[in-house]
């Protein structure tokens, strides 16, 4: 984002996902400005897997001057959320705790709806196992994450089958998703079940089971060739996802596929290039690593590449 809103005070950035909004709104990022009194709207612009923030008109302005949006949050109900600090001081570096001007009673939460939508509670604590997870796939973030967060920890639940049945057989990619996570977080994602996200026609299935594939303690050779392919998926955040699940795991094979990518990043996706890069060093922290690294087997370029990595690397080896 190289604009500001006309302030540096933004906070309680939410992206919209929840179909009671208009379909103008739908994926844009709400955020609180505490000192312009509003909230701004931007929405994204993909280069890549790099997001450029593109302004678009504030979504709420207010004409009290302590209105101090300091939070947002979309519900399950699909209203949208304001934490309102509602103070005429926000600089507590410059004025005493105790000032009179400081208000301490009237803070509040603003609950905003479209009028023409149901924003009706859902009671999902009354809804059967295969319910909530065909629920996973509502268009609300909000909901999707707290039935993820239930299925994982109810402990006395029996989800384990119903989870692996929908991430072999679910139509809709947001289940599929959530059902790995639940999974992965019951210790119960099997490398099977993994493999066939990993190649699912779903961009967002294989971004997440490249996620979990980084999150696991140890790899199999499996699981290195799969993330190794993954960086030539035609999707540039499965690329970006598998980078960065080898960074977190270093082997000195990793090394050839990540400057291969290196070299066919568009110049715009300077996101890709940094996951890529930061991956790269991750490899050379490891000092076996560096040792074993045939330098004369590398073209001028990569070796400048690597080079300039080694900055950041503090060992013995990279020095």
């Given at each position: ?14 992206i ?66 304001v ?92 289940i ?84 291969a ?5 568009p ?27 045939d ?20 060992t013995?080896q990279?020095?």
């Amino acid at each position: 984002m190289d604009h500001l809103h006309g302030s540096t005070a933004i906070a309680g950035v939410e992206i919209i996902s929840a179909d009671q909004f208009p379909p103008e709104y739908q994926g844009d990022f709400f955020s609180g400005n505490v000192m312009t009194s509003r909230v701004n709207r931007n929405s994204p612009v993909y280069h890549g897997s790099t997001i450029i923030a593109q302004e678009e008109p504030d979504f709420l302005i207010s004409t009290d001057p302590w209105f101090r949006p300091v939070d947002i949050r979309q519900g399950p109900d699909g209203a949208l959320y304001v934490a309102d600090f509602y103070n005429k001081i926000i600089g507590h570096y410059e004025v005493p705790l105790d000032h009179p001007g400081r208000d301490r009673y009237r803070g509040r939460i603003w609950r905003i709806v479209c009028k023409d939508k149901d924003h009706s509670p859902v009671d999902y604590s009354q809804m059967t196992v295969g319910q909530l997870i065909a629920a996973l796939g509502t268009s609300n973030l909000t909901t999707r994450m707290l039935i993820t967060d239930y299925l994982s920890d109810q402990s006395e639940l029996d989800v384990i089958e119903p989870l692996q049945k929908a991430v072999s057989e679910a139509k809709q990619p947001a289940i599929v998703v959530h059902a790995l996570w639940a999974l992965f977080r019951r210790d119960a994602l099997t490398d099977s079940l993994l493999g066939e996200a990993l190649a699912s026609p779903a961009e967002l299935v294989r971004i997440h089971a490249a996620k979990i594939l980084a999150e696991q303690k140890s790899w199999s050779p499996a699981h290195r060739r799969q993330m190794t392919n993954a960086l030539q998926d035609p999707d540039a955040f499965v690329q970006r996802a598998a980078a960065e699940a080898l960074g977190l795991h270093p082997a000195l094979e990793n090394i050839p596929a990540l400057l291969a990518l290196l070299k066919e990043i568009p110049a715009e996706d300077h996101h890709l290039e940094y996951v890529v890069r930061r991956a790269l060093m991750l490899q050379l922290r490891d000092s076996e690593i560096l040792k074993q690294l045939d330098w004369k087997t590398l073209n001028s370029k990569q070796r400048s590449e690597l080079a300039s990595l080694t900055l950041a690397v503090h060992t013995e080896q990279a020095a």
